[in-house]
């Protein structure tokens, strides 16, 4: 079986490897949260519509820095939630701080806030998926100081009989609807497996950001099927005209659209 895998993977990369293009890209954020992106053809007043929070948003941050982004966070993990509080709670506040390259926990003050106000930050506190208002089971992080839950549990070997807590779900296109969003500059996804689900969902209902961040968290694991969902993920974007951009950055992809 670890051949098979180990095949799999190979041909996963080389496929990754043949479809890719290079591009010149940004990369904004700590070297734990942060991300690549192009700057091209990027105007002020970006909608950014970032999922997966965590504790470390310093690639938001400094992308509303630059571009004046109205920013759309998606998180219901209750740690998450009270980080992002604190960061309203500081906002026009200047950086005092360095970010702590060692951590995932950032702090408050190592963000620029000082011009960012609140009607520029909305926060769901949802988890991101296919079908809005369900509850579903937010599978907990194999350690405690560990902040990211999962709701397909890779982190467990997709083990369904570990620690979990429940939150409801929204579809992005349910949060475009909530929300008067007309179009996507950046969707950055950051969900723990649930891009497997999101992406076809948000193709099927015609919604096309112009770049897509994403880590397929699932790659992570030892297992054969996350590499074949990736392929179909992968291949369904490049029909629908996005390029996959050469970051170097696995399992973190950047698309582009056109």
Aim: aromatic share 12%.
């Amino acid at each position: 079986m670890k051949i098979v895998f180990k095949l799999v993977k190979k041909i996963f990369h080389i496929y990754c490897s043949v479809i890719s293009i290079e591009r010149n890209v940004k990369y904004l954020g700590t070297s734990y949260g942060g991300w690549h992106f192009s700057d091209e053809n990027l105007s002020k007043n970006l909608t950014v519509v970032s999922a997966g929070v965590g504790e470390d948003i310093s690639f938001d941050i400094e992308l509303f820095n630059k571009f004046k982004v109205k920013l759309f966070l998606i998180d219901p993990t209750p740690r998450a939630v009270l980080y992002v509080q604190k960061i309203i709670a500081n906002l026009g506040n200047s950086k005092t701080l360095e970010f702590d390259e060692s951590s995932g926990n950032q702090p408050i003050e190592a963000y620029d806030l000082s011009d960012i106000q609140e009607e520029d930050f909305i926060l769901i506190e949802k988890a991101l998926y296919n079908k809005s208002e369900s509850t579903i089971k937010f599978f907990a992080p194999p350690k405690k100081e560990f902040v990211s839950y999962s709701i397909s549990n890779f982190q467990h070997n997709f083990s369904k009989d570990t620690d979990y807590i429940k939150v409801k779900t929204i579809t992005l296109s349910d949060i475009m609807i909530q929300n008067k969003i007309n179009k996507i500059d950046i969707l950055k996804l950051d969900i723990e497996g649930a891009e497997n689900q999101v992406i076809p969902n948000m193709l099927r209902n015609k919604i096309y950001p112009k770049q897509i961040l994403v880590e397929f968290d699932e790659l992570t694991t030892s297992f054969i099927k996350p590499y074949i969902k990736a392929i179909f993920i992968i291949s369904h974007l490049k029909l629908k005209n996005y390029k996959l951009v050469k970051t170097n950055q696995f399992p973190n992809f950047l698309f582009i659209r056109g």
